[in-house]
């Protein structure tokens, strides 16, 4: 988004706002915190004092490839957690899933030029608990119906809203490949939704990786 | 508890085991990760083709310290994540809960040695995702307990099984005070549970700490 936003406003100052927010939730002024992130640190620093509240707290950072980066491949391990969940693979493994997920969305920001810590604040990892683990997320609901057994063409003409991780599914996966980052959730969620790969199957290939180091940049 | 370990076996290698692991579904052969983590590799290498099998995958690491931080520390956190679901504070505020929180997780670790990668994986961010979005945990079922208005002193008497996080908070503060690190939520719940801290002017003053800067080890 950063790309085209800079491509069509190429004299404006471009920054990004985001981070774990149901919109239901702000509306209602419960507590929300988000991730700010600009190239220009001191307009960054104004941005904060305009829209900061103590309902509505803004963390500063200079990163907004990092920030954006989050918001885009959270959605499509959203469907991964979805799938596991109406499966009713039980709570580990959507950890395990969450856990994983937030190493190959570090791996792939780190690739397009952002800071790791960025996928590990609000914008990364906060947006990304909260859309695995709350079936209010489009993208998690659209995923529990794929597992419990139905077509994604049936769940998809039922729904009046966009779950967005049917399309970037495949977005993330080419511009990975194009990175040269390894992504295997990812791929998988892409591998079901667009090319008809079979659940069992995609998951078994999953579980049946060889075993390897943990850390999230190194590999 | 390596310390501990090495002192009273000072001749044994020590490796640290730790993960989202919920016992029931790892007794019901669900898919778990972990992280498996000691300081020399070679052994490390031999325990995960000892103990992997493919629904329980160990991830390897050289960094124990690391890997028993994520543990104690995320007890903490359930009852701050239990504190604010139980006040219907909604989805958006735990998440970020969960984000800031893993942030003290790994400035508390860094002062101890771990390396941060290790608090971003399935001992640290892992454990944490899994521990404060389950009810079936036992320091978030607490800590729901304390929200909905009940007297700690009430909710552990009518309980058989232990909320480590009780004893966690005073020993996790006590620390941070030690190595210099600033962890506001886990102080919030120190101060909850162990100094009759009212929990309204407490979430309060969480909420009201200025703004600042998102990266994880840079404050």
Do not use: W
Not at 10 to 15: G, R
Not at 72 to 86: R, S, Y
Not at 121 to 131: A, E, K, N, R, V
């Amino acid at each position: 988004m950063t790309e085209a936003a800079e491509a069509a406003l190429p004299d404006s100052p471009i920054a990004v706002l985001s981070g774990p927010t149901f919109a239901r939730e702000v509306a209602q002024g419960l507590p929300t915190a988000v991730t700010l992130a600009c190239a220009d640190t001191a307009l960054a620093q104004k941005l904060v004092e305009l829209i900061g509240i103590p309902l509505f707290r803004p963390y500063l950072s200079d990163d907004p490839v990092g920030a954006e980066i989050g918001g885009a491949v959270k959605n499509v391990l959203a469907i991964a957690c979805g799938i596991v969940t109406g499966k009713k693979m039980g709570d580990n493994t959507r950890a395990a899933l969450i856990t994983r997920g937030l190493a190959e969305m570090a791996r792939l920001g780190v690739a397009k030029g952002a800071k790791p810590e960025t996928l590990m604040g609000l914008s990364g990892l906060g947006d990304l608990t909260l859309t695995c683990n709350g079936p209010q997320s489009r993208n998690m609901s659209l995923g529990i119906e794929l597992g419990e057994g139905r077509a994604l063409k049936e769940v998809l003409a039922e729904r009046k809203s966009i779950a967005e991780g049917v399309f970037s599914a495949a977005t993330v996966v080419a511009l990975a490949a194009k990175l040269g980052v390894e992504m295997p959730i990812c791929a998988a969620v892409d591998q079901v939704i667009n090319h008809g790969a079979d659940i069992e199957e995609t998951i078994a290939g999953l579980l049946n990786r060889p075993f390897r180091a943990e850390a999230p940049t190194a590999n």
